[in-house]
């Protein structure tokens, strides 16, 4: 199946999706299994999580470059053998329950939650030495879960690394900065199916412009009851949040006007 007939299936109505941004983590530590799990139980649409490699060359899930904000550690994933981060507490920081939960392999997500619920796989800074996009893909495709996930990042070199090992999986270009570019011209030069953009400089003539050439867009990370409606009034695709049941309850309420 090729990517853009797989990126429409996350769409089941016309409705926006939810994202939940690493996990439902309003209620747990984010980027973790029980994050996944209730994102999943609370019903987003889809779960966004970050991926990073280790000493041993095993993409793991979690979001900054150093372990120090989110467990007992201290020092960069990149320099952890897979054992040796796996002792590390990456859920007391959050709340005492869940002392104990560990930072998940992305195998142990698919595992967890693969196939109950698309997955956005945001690919951080990754070397040609480190090949952390081939072995994301290697994981994939392992899994037989291809049909299910987006890839997604700033940096374009990995997205055209993407395309061009694999015209099956979805692909989405991150952007944060207000400056001026052209959106439409870059998703085609990347072979992007989605801007993924900060809700903050997103405006209705960008969503427009990216509709009128077949394109689709998502916000992140938002919040805020308000914003959550302005996205939704401009019409947006999809909503990455940290509060899945704020963010459905929104957009139920929305549907409904």
Known sequence: MKSEEVFKNFFKTKSPIVIAHRGYSKIA??????????????????????????????????????????????????????????????GSWFDHKYIGEKIPTLKEVFDAVGGKIPINIEIKNASIKDKLTEKVLAVIYENEIAENVLISSFDPRILRNVRKLTDEIPTGFLYHYPIYF???????????????????????????????????????????????????????DGIITDDVKLTRRILNSFNQT
């Open 29 to 90: 530590p984010e980027n973790t299994i029980s994050a996944f799990k209730l994102a999943v139980r609370f019903k987003a649409d889809m779960i966004e999580l970050d991926v990073r490699i280790t000493k041993d060359g095993t993409p793991v899930v979690i979001h900054d470059s150093k372990v120090d904000r989110t467990t007992n550690g201290t020092g960069r994933v990149k320099n952890f053998y897979l054992w040796v981060l796996r002792e590390l507490d990456a």
């Open 182 to 236: 052209n959106p439409v011209k870059t998703l085609l030069n990347l072979g992007a199916n989605v801007l993924i953009h900060n809700y903050k400089f997103t405006t209705p003539k960008l969503v427009e412009k990216l509709h009128n050439a077949g394109f689709k867009i998502f916000v992140y990370t938002v919040n805020s009851p308000s914003h959550i409606l302005k996205m939704l009034e401009i019409g947006v």
